[in-house]
Nanobody
Framework: QVQVVESGGGLVQPGGSLRLSCTAS????????IGWFRQAPGKEREGVLC????????YYVDSVKGRFTISRDNAKNTVYLQMNNLKPEDTAVYYC??????????????WGKGTQVTVSS
């Protein structure tokens, strides 16, 4: 059964950092694109960052450039979202997803249940 599970969310002060993990089961993650998305209260879900099977990063929003990075650890079947210099507007539920395809241009078919990130003093 194909699954992705997010972890690592929490409460952090503005300017702080968090690293989210997306751990896959039922498939070998290094062959596929993995994307991170977020949904803030009262807003539509938006793409944040994606990594293709060839480790090319695609940013979906300019507001996280220079602050967020994405990487994968194939031995752990996990993709990470490193978030630095967090801002209150980054507060959202963060989801990872995969199209079970090699490109970030494909539609995401498999989604996790999300992890809450709250940036507040």
């Amino acid at each position: 059964q194909v699954q992705v599970v997010e972890s690592g969310g929490g409460l952090v002060q503005p300017g702080g950092s968090l690293r989210l993990s997306c751990t896959a089961s039922g498939f070998t993650l290094d062959y596929y694109a993995i994307g991170w998305f977020r949904q803030a209260p009262g807003k539509e879900r938006e793409g944040v960052l994606c990594i293709s099977s060839s480790d090319r990063s695609t940013y979906y929003v300019d507001s996280v450039k220079g602050r967020f990075t994405i990487s994968r650890d194939n031995a752990k079947n996990t993709v990470y979202l490193q978030m630095n210099n967090l801002k209150p507007e980054d507060t959202a539920v963060y989801y990872c997803a995969t199209p079970l395809g090699i490109s970030c241009d494909y539609a995401m078919d498999y989604w996790g249940k999300g992890t809450q990130v709250t940036v507040s003093s």
